[in-house]
């Protein structure tokens, strides 16, 4: 590049020849004294060394030249100013080419205005200065001048003892800006708009101003440290040589490269502070609704607070997806669980607060409850420091009164906590390699259809996917794969959960688990958990097995279909409840498993399939559905595939409703459950009262309530051998158990007949 070629502009100023008017002895501004009729001045027409030539005697201290006409400074525009002297008597002086600079008819101060001096030391011999001048701090400029000014009036200057003659060749001001230019690639580069890289003067408008001035050519950043104070946009493609600093409020959005390795360059390759900032703009920049990894593994050593990125919003609604890249955890001692004790009182009437906490100040958000009468996976969804309040994810089964409680605060790779809300946040193909030291994801307290997709959570210390609150409100977990840090520990000892949720309407689907304590506590109603595979065996003998999925609220209105459920089961409670005796409602109402392969190997003969679990009394189904199921046990048989766990309480089995459990396939179990189930009698002797047993049968051992068909499948017999063609009665709810039906007849008979008995009404 070449102004004087490609624009036309004219650099070198007008020559001696053409008078000394053009020649100040000031600084060059109009109305300076000029040369003009000067004494002490002449013009030389025939010089041997420079032709025409200007003769100047020093008459003072620093004794000045300067072209009175504009030349202007351009953004990315280098000038070099050169001068040829010799002195011909007198004392020698120094020479140094010299400037002044303005934005219009203003001086611009604090700028570096001479270039450097160099000593005449004969007579006749000619001698070369020159200077280079320019926008941009580089190395071989020597007036750095910067953005403000906009000409500049040059010369030089003499300096030295006075009385001395030397003749000056005219000045020559030449384009030298290819000196600094890039052969093959067409950049803008920062420090020719302002930017210093010294880390510690705000370079923020010179950035801007490079981007603006790019016109789709490439912004570089050349090594050095650029602090920027203030949130910077490229709206250009940008390279990094070398790296920024920002306030943590400040905003770096790369909009034609936003991708989490142009950040990591961004910030020097700090892959925490780079990952921090690019989601800072992704949820501040409207130019882009992903970030991309590109497939990089970031390195943390200690948890991602979101929302401490993200200073300047506590909650945000816009679709924004995280993706394609793996998030580890690196060993350095910051992992550790914080964990709180604390006394503190609840009451039922009050179900969703603890009040009174003890030293509420070092509770954390986010941290697990326990203590007796708390349920599974129950958080701190805030505290209120003032109020010595801790509110609740769930409310306590059976916890009123004063107690000491545990508060563990588990680390995740990245933790929502910090936000009041986040909606349609989406997470795919990211692996969280947690390393046995972290956990994978905590979800904000408050939001709506957060996206979980084809992920891994490798060997979470704690926990894969928490959530504190209701930031899961209609959440979709798709194709995600949670493997456990816990494989060789006997399924009881394991502590793990590889996901819980607490709002309504989640999509659990095709994801696959192994080995946690549990693969899901689900505290919501409405869910939809189909086509996963989630195993939780051991190696121990008639082992014991644990929940894959357990349901905490008995009116659950929720669909498991088409899943795997390997060496664990589907539990089924109330534990949300802080009176949980039955008074009133459905009851365990609607749930729907159906199409399910279950396989269990190497337990104990008791274990099952289906546990209803209630914490109080007077419960009953109300509203169950388990057909078209696989229920398989290998290495022996199991007594039964569905079982009360009466732990606290048992059903109310004379009150269950619309329960359907048909069409199911058994393999090795004992007794496999049906409603309602078909029984064949031979009544082989008389009797006016036939006793037909359910043969254990009817699910959860239940009683006989109904009897919806009686057929007689041969001729009715009486004592003498004689047909009689009676019409018996059935009266169900009979026997110890009260699982058996009695026929009753108007006289002894004998005879063959098949009932359909219903264990509910």
């Known amino acids: 590049m070449n102004i004087a070629v490609t624009q036309g502009v004219e650099l070198s100023p007008t020559p001696f020849s053409q008078g000394l008017n053009h020649w100040s002895r000031g600084d060059g501004t109009p109305g300076s004294d000029s040369y003009d009729s000067l004494p002490t001045a002449a013009f030389v027409p025939a010089d041997q060394d420079f032709g025409g030539a200007l003769e100047l005697q020093k008459t003072e201290a620093t004794q000045k030249l300067r072209y009175m006409g504009n030349t202007p400074i351009l953004p990315g525009v280098y000038l070099r100013v050169t001068a040829r002297v010799k002195a011909l008597s007198g004392p020698l002086p120094a020479v140094r080419i010299a400037a002044w600079a303005g934005r219009g008819a203003q001086a611009v101060t604090g700028l570096p205005l001479q270039g450097p001096a160099r000593a005449l030391t004969s007579y006749g011999a000619v001698v070369e200065v020159s200077a280079i001048v320019g926008t941009g701090t580089r190395q071989g400029v020597d007036m750095p001048w910067g953005m403000e000014p906009t000409l500049g009036h040059f010369g030089l200057d003499l300096t030295g003892p006075v009385g001395g003659v030397v003749r000056i060749d005219d000045l020559q001001i030449e384009d030298v800006s290819q000196v600094f230019l890039r052969d093959m690639l067409a950049m803008v580069d920062v420090r020719d708009y302002g930017a210093t890289g010294n880390g510690s003067t705000d370079d923020s408008a010179a950035f801007e101003a490079a981007d603006a001035a790019a016109q789709g050519r490439t912004v570089l950043v050349p090594a050095g440290t650029f602090r920027l104070a203030n949130s910077v946009t490229f709206d250009s493609h940008v390279r990094f040589e070398g790296q920024v600093t920002m306030p943590a409020a400040a905003i770096l959005s790369l909009t034609k490269d936003f991708h989490l390795p142009a950040y990591i360059d961004a910030f020097g390759g700090d892959e925490t502070l780079a990952l921090s900032k690019a989601l800072q703009s992704l949820l501040n920049n409207a130019d882009h609704e992903s970030l991309d990894l590109a497939g990089r593994r970031v390195s943390l050593m200690a948890p991602l607070d979101v929302a401490a990125a993200v200073v300047n919003r506590s909650t945000y609604a816009q679709r924004r997806v995280l993706r394609n890249g793996q998030i580890r955890a690196e060993e350095s001692g910051t992992w550790a669980p914080r964990t709180v004790t604390s006394q503190a009182s609840y009451a039922a009437a009050d179900p969703w607060r603890l009040t009174n906490v003890v030293n509420v100040a070092n509770v954390q958000v986010g941290s697990l409850v326990t203590a007796a009468g708390v349920g599974r996976e129950i958080y701190v969804k805030s505290v209120n420091v003032a109020a010595r309040e801790v509110a609740l994810s769930q409310p306590l089964s059976d916890a009123a009164g004063t107690q000491t409680y545990t508060f563990s605060r588990f680390r995740y790779l990245l933790d929502f906590a910090g936000f009041e809300k986040l909606e349609k946040f989406e997470i795919e193909d990211v692996e969280f390699q947690c390393s046995a030291l972290a956990s994978g994801v905590m979800l904000p307290p408050l939001g709506t259809v957060n996206v979980i997709r084809n992920c891994v959570f490798n060997r979470p210390g704690h926990r894969g996917i928490t959530s504190i609150g209701e930031g899961c409100q209609g959440l979709l977990l798709d194709h995600n794969q949670f493997i456990s840090a816990e494989p060789d520990l006997a399924t009881q000892a394991r502590q793990s959960v590889a996901l819980n949720t607490n709002a309504n309407d989640v999509k659990i689907r095709n994801n696959r688990a192994s080995q946690f304590r549990h693969f899901?506590?689900?505290?919501?109603?409405?869910?939809?958990?189909?086509?996963?595979?989630?195993?939780?065996?051991?190696?121990?003998?008639?082992?014991?097995?644990?929940?894959?999925?357990?349901?905490?609220?008995?009116?659950?209105?929720?669909?498991?279909?088409?899943?795997?459920?390997?060496?664990?089961?589907?539990?089924?409670?109330?534990?949300?409840?802080?009176?949980?005796?039955?008074?009133?409602?459905?009851?365990?109402?609607?749930?729907?498993?159906?199409?399910?392969?279950?396989?269990?190997?190497?337990?104990?003969?008791?274990?099952?399939?289906?546990?209803?679990?209630?914490?109080?009394?007077?419960?009953?189904?109300?509203?169950?559905?388990?057909?078209?199921?696989?229920?398989?046990?290998?290495?022996?048989?199991?007594?039964?595939?569905?079982?009360?766990?009466?732990?606290?309480?048992?059903?109310?089995?004379?009150?269950?409703?619309?329960?359907?459990?048909?069409?199911?396939?058994?393999?090795?179990?004992?007794?496999?459950?049906?409603?309602?189930?078909?029984?064949?009698?031979?009544?082989?002797?008389?009797?006016?009262?036939?006793?037909?047993?359910?043969?254990?049968?009817?699910?959860?051992?239940?009683?006989?309530?109904?009897?919806?068909?009686?057929?007689?499948?041969?001729?009715?017999?009486?004592?003498?051998?004689?047909?009689?063609?009676?019409?018996?009665?059935?009266?169900?709810?009979?026997?110890?158990?009260?699982?058996?039906?009695?026929?009753?007849?108007?006289?002894?008979?004998?005879?063959?007949?098949?009932?359909?008995?219903?264990?509910?009404?």
């Not at 696989?630 to 199991?638: A, E, K, N, P, T």
Request: proline share 5%; with cysteine; aromatic share 8%.
């Open 520 to 761: 899901a506590v689900v505290s919501g109603a409405h869910s939809v958990i189909s086509g996963n595979h989630f195993f939780q065996g051991d190696d121990t003998a008639s082992g014991i097995r644990s929940a894959g999925v357990v349901l905490c609220l008995r009116a659950c209105n929720a669909t498991i279909s088409g899943n795997y459920v390997d060496n664990c089961f589907i539990e089924w409670t109330n534990e949300r409840e802080p009176d949980p005796d039955f008074s009133g409602g459905f009851g365990f109402a609607g749930l729907s498993v159906t199409n399910n392969v279950f396989l269990c190997s190497n337990v104990a003969a008791w274990f099952s399939f289906l546990v209803v679990k209630p914490y109080g009394t007077g419960h009953m189904v109300n509203g169950l559905n388990v057909s078209g199921n696989l229920f398989r046990s290998v290495g022996g048989q199991i007594d039964r595939v569905e079982r009360v766990d009466t732990s606290f309480a048992g059903l109310n089995l004379s009150a269950m409703r619309r329960v359907f459990v048909h069409s199911n396939t058994y393999h090795n179990i004992q007794t496999g459950a049906e409603n309602p189930v078909t029984v064949s009698h031979a009544q082989n002797s008389h009797a006016a009262t036939w006793v037909v047993g359910t043969g254990g049968k009817l699910p959860f051992d239940g009683v006989a309530q109904e009897v919806e068909s009686l057929v007689l499948r041969s001729r009715p017999r009486n004592g003498a051998n004689v047909s009689a063609h009676h019409m018996p009665y059935a009266q169900p709810g009979e026997g110890p158990g009260q699982d058996q039906v009695h026929v009753i007849w108007p006289e002894p008979m004998r005879g063959d007949l098949t009932l359909r008995v219903r264990m509910d009404l």
